[in-house]
């Protein structure tokens, strides 16, 4: 509908006929018509009507208003105020027309205040239009997309797109659409002409109103946005002023501004002199021209690569111009005009040499970080050279978790088909310490290397440091590939448990985590793979499973164990049996154990008998064995139903009959700790690092990739509290859900489960 077919009209009083249009509608009418109406409208200006339409309206019928009801609107003034939800609220906003030509007046770029949350947030306008479809001829609502800036960024609710449909680019959670009436102008004078035009000086600098910055004020960096320029001096709206205070203003000279921005810290300055060849050689022996550098810049650390050292005229530190992996620079390798090497914009920073320590991700890499995998033979060397006492960090708590895992380039970097072993090696030890054991426990000779590699090179970083470099795990799949277990230890997918074998049986002769007691026998194994003989159970918890394969089998567990490894039923990696399996959070073992006292199901005190028979019966609890004292046995089996029923005895220690003292019946519980998940041939994993329902971290080795086929795997962790509100719903909402409906990376918890991780919590270091 366009505004040479169509006048538009908003009601700004309610009519008396007909009823059920309200103060606020907008109307329209066809043009030519209008202009049939006007010598009507000359002889009754007072009561001339007009046969108008309801914008927005499913009735096709036109409505006789009065003219002196209504007041005209532009075709730009009716997209602002159809982004206004209600009639009320677009008429109020009509009458303040100082808002709405101020509104129109906003174009793309401009830097702006929109209000958010009760906040007021600093943004640039990167979208101006509909953000939904319209039918043929209507006209739409008109939003402002705006870009967060500074201090703001993160504090938005998209990324930023609407219905899959992506309308700019920007960071995650820092796009927010508007309509106009929350949105101002960061500066009122910008709209006016009054505004002074770039200079010259100003448009060889490229910098432009609502361009991010970077300023320097007694050699501090700091932040703001450009309001205007004029000659040699520009004007900045600043992130925060000398006493911390947000939102103020501040005129810079030209030459100490620079476009785009990096994160503010003590360190970090701009080089403004000519570069002098660098003479390192007492100084900083370790870091030159190429090395693969990390600096710490506010409270995150940043890495890159040197491509300049120098000091500068009038300064006694020496200089390193870095090409960082983001972009967090401030240009391309350009500072006012004089250029010290080149690279993408906004990767280049200027930092004290002093500032800069290796990459602890590439420390012993060249500075390509797609550089091949080195050498068995030198990795062994390597760690020949690091021998000496094994020292052990303990796992990550709750309270680390935020600040050394969570994030891009975080865990453990995957690497040609490595990504079962990444997820099984982060299971075990990036949060848990139920095995850290096989870490320090001595070991044959030949075998020493692979348990310092895992210890130096792949838990402790990942411990300390939050991330594990792909090559060192490639180093450890050479190393078992070098001993025989497997010849494609360094080019095929395996299985976890294969894995998990290997490294805990034959090279460090772990102790079998799980004893299992059938028919007087104890059998011994690490993982447990759950059987069923039927599939009776339509939405299992982990618990049921346990419990049916282990009667199915007519198993016991011999004793309590440290860790249970369990893995889910599956025909092959591909079929599962169940399409949702609920994960139990704590595993009751009581009744699964030969020995010990356990309770009678229905009345709590000592079980004497338990019955097989009963177990298969729908009347009782859907978990645990079926076990009673012996009143109860008799009254269960009074039933005709249950009469042919057969109990056995349970085994309880003559001692514990012999005793005259109350006997204190306490149940062996597990807790869940990690989760390994497949799907279409991809280990993932996720971890309960805390008490709290919402203490779940999701982990991808190779989330994204950085490069063509010479390029490398960038591996994530990012929280996924949304794992934990599903688990507090109950059976019926769970099997209820849709899994591709499921919010964020939950249905893949729930629905491609592999491997389930238990620990005793007793039974854990460093408690």
Same mark, same amino acid.
């Given at each position: 509908m366009t505004s040479t077919n169509y006048l538009y009209f908003i009601v700004k009083t309610k009519p008396q006929f007909p009823g059920h249009i309200n103060a606020g509608q907008i109307c329209y009418i066809k043009e030519s018509i209008y202009n049939k109406k006007k010598t009507v409208r000359e002889r009754s200006p007072s009561s001339a009507k007009l046969p108008v339409f309801l914008l927005?309206?499913?009735?096709?019928?036109?409505?006789?208003?009065?003219?002196?009801?209504?007041?005209?609107?532009?075709?730009?003034?009716?997209?602002?105020?159809?982004?206004?939800?209600?009639?009320?609220?677009?008429?109020?906003?009509?009458?303040?027309?100082?808002?709405?030509?101020?509104?129109?007046?906003?174009?793309?770029?401009?830097?702006?205040?929109?209000?958010?949350?009760?906040?007021?947030?600093?943004?640039?306008?990167?979208?101006?239009?509909?953000?939904?479809?319209?039918?043929?001829?209507?006209?739409?609502?008109?939003?402002?997309?705006?870009?967060?800036?500074?201090?703001?960024?993160?504090?938005?609710?998209?990324?930023?797109?609407?219905?899959?449909?992506?309308?700019?680019?920007?960071?995650?959670?820092?796009?927010?659409?508007?309509?106009?009436?929350?949105?101002?102008?960061?500066?009122?004078?910008?709209?006016?002409?009054?505004?002074?035009?770039?200079?010259?000086?100003?448009?060889?600098?490229?910098?432009?109103?609502?361009?991010?910055?970077?300023?320097?004020?007694?050699?501090?960096?700091?932040?703001?946005?450009?309001?205007?320029?004029?000659?040699?001096?520009?004007?900045?709206s600043t992130d925060k002023d000398e006493s911390g205070k947000r939102g103020g203003e501040v005129e810079v000279p030209l030459h100490e501004v620079v476009k785009g921005e990096v994160p503010a810290e003590p360190e970090s300055m701009v080089v403004d002199s000519p570069p002098e060849e660098p003479d390192t050689e007492d100084l900083y022996t370790d870091l030159s021209v190429n090395s693969v550098v990390e600096v710490t810049l506010g409270d995150r650390n940043s890495y890159g690569i040197i491509r300049w050292i120098g000091t500068p005229l009038g300064r006694q530190e020496i200089m390193a111009g870095l090409e960082l992996e983001e972009d967090k620079g401030v240009s391309d390798g350009t500072i006012f005009s004089e250029r010290f090497f080149r690279c993408p914009n906004k990767r280049a920073l200027f930092v004290k040499l002093q500032s800069c320590r290796p990459d602890s991700r590439f420390q012993s890499a060249s500075a390509d970080p797609c550089n091949k995998m080195p050498k068995l033979e030198e990795t062994e060397r390597e760690t020949e050279h690091s021998a000496g006492k094994l020292e052990t960090v303990p796992p990550i708590s709750t309270e680390q978790v935020k600040h050394i895992l969570i994030g891009r380039m975080k865990g453990i970097q995957g690497h040609c088909n490595s990504c079962y072993m990444d997820a099984a090696l982060f299971s075990l030890f990036s949060c848990s310490s139920v095995l850290d054991s096989m870490l320090f426990k001595s070991?044959?000779?030949?075998?020493?290397?692979?348990?310092?590699?895992?210890?130096?090179?792949?838990?402790?970083?990942?411990?300390?440091?939050?991330?594990?470099?792909?090559?060192?795990?490639?180093?450890?799949?050479?190393?078992?590939?070098?001993?025989?277990?497997?010849?494609?230890?360094?080019?095929?997918?395996?299985?976890?448990?294969?894995?998990?074998?290997?490294?805990?049986?034959?090279?460090?002769?772990?102790?079998?985590?799980?004893?299992?007691?059938?028919?007087?026998?104890?059998?011994?194994?690490?993982?447990y793979q759950i059987f069923l003989d039927q599939n009776r159970l339509l939405l299992p918890t982990v618990q049921q499973l346990l419990e049916h394969s282990f009667h199915t089998a007519a198993l016991k567990l011999a004793e309590a164990p440290s860790c249970l490894i369990l893995q889910m039923p599956r025909f092959g990696k591909k079929f599962k049996m169940f399409d949702k399996i609920i994960p139990s959070l704590e595993l009751d073992i009581t009744d699964l154990l030969c020995e010990g006292l356990q309770q009678c199901m229905l009345c709590g005190d000592l079980a004497e008998l338990e019955c097989s028979d009963c177990f298969k019966e729908s009347l009782f609890?859907?978990?645990?064995?079926?076990?009673?004292?012996?009143k109860?046995?008799?009254?269960?089996?009074?039933?005709?139903?249950?009469?042919?029923?057969?109990?056995?005895? /349970?085994?309880?220690?003559? &001692?514990? %009959? @012999?005793?005259?003292? =109350?006997?204190?019946?306490?149940?062996?519980?597990?807790? +869940? *700790?990690?989760?390994?998940?497949?799907?279409?041939?991809?280990?993932?994993?996720?971890?309960?690092?805390?008490?709290?329902?919402?203490?779940?971290?999701?982990?991808?080795?190779?989330?994204?990739?950085?490069?063509?086929?010479?390029?490398?795997?960038?591996?994530?962790?990012?929280?996924?509290?949304?794992?934990?509100?599903? /688990?507090?719903?109950?059976? &019926?909402? %769970? @099997?209820?859900?849709? =899994?591709?409906?499921?919010?964020?990376?939950?249905?893949? +918890? *729930?629905?491609?489960?592999?491997?389930?991780?238990?620990?005793?919590?007793?039974?854990?270091?460093?408690?």
């Open positions: 927005g309206s499913i009735s096709s019928l036109d409505y006789e208003i009065e003219v002196s009801n209504m007041d005209r609107l532009s075709a730009q003034e009716v997209e602002l105020l159809l982004a206004l939800p209600e009639d009320e609220e677009r008429l109020t906003w009509f009458r303040e027309r100082e808002a709405l030509q101020t509104a129109l007046g906003l174009t793309l770029g401009s830097p702006v205040i929109v209000e958010e949350g009760g906040e007021k947030l600093r943004g640039i306008i990167r979208y101006i239009g509909p953000i939904t479809e319209t039918p043929l001829d209507l006209i739409s609502g008109k939003f402002f997309g705006i870009e967060l800036q500074g201090e703001d960024r993160g504090n938005g609710h998209t990324d930023v797109s609407y219905r899959n449909t992506t309308f700019f680019p920007c960071e995650k959670y820092s796009g927010i659409f508007a309509a106009f009436s929350r949105v101002r102008p960061a500066v009122p004078s910008s709209l006016s002409p009054s505004v002074p035009k770039h200079s010259a000086q100003t448009e060889a600098e490229g910098l432009n109103v609502g361009d991010r910055v970077t300023y320097f004020i007694d050699e501090k960096c700091r932040h703001g946005m450009v309001l205007y320029l004029q000659g040699d001096s520009v004007k900045i070991t044959e000779p030949q075998d020493a290397p692979i348990q310092r590699t895992l210890l130096q090179d792949i838990v402790n970083p990942l411990r300390s440091k939050g991330f594990v470099e792909g090559r060192h795990i490639m180093k450890l799949r050479q190393q078992l590939q070098k001993h025989g277990y497997s010849h494609s230890f360094t080019t095929d997918e395996k299985d976890p448990e294969e894995f998990l074998t290997v490294i805990m049986h034959h090279i460090l002769a772990l102790d079998p985590l799980l004893k299992l007691s059938t028919g007087g026998k104890v059998q011994e194994s690490y993982c609890s859907h978990t645990g064995f079926k076990i009673f004292c012996g109860c046995s008799t009254q269960v089996h009074s039933h005709p139903q249950r009469r042919s029923h057969q109990p056995t005895a /349970l085994d309880i220690p003559k &001692a514990y %009959l @012999a005793s005259s003292k =109350p006997h204190t019946l306490i149940r062996d519980k597990l807790e +869940l *700790f990690a989760v390994l998940c497949i799907e279409t041939s991809h280990y993932v994993s996720f971890i309960k690092h805390g008490p709290n329902s919402n203490d779940w971290i999701f982990f991808d080795s190779m989330a994204d990739r950085q490069g063509e086929s010479d390029g490398f795997n960038i591996p994530e962790v990012h929280a996924c509290p949304e794992v934990g509100t599903y /688990l507090e719903m109950s059976i &019926a909402e %769970l @099997a209820n859900q849709v =899994p591709r409906d499921m919010k964020g990376v939950a249905k893949r +918890l *729930f629905c491609d489960a592999y491997m389930y991780l238990y620990q005793s919590p007793s039974m854990c270091l460093y408690r």
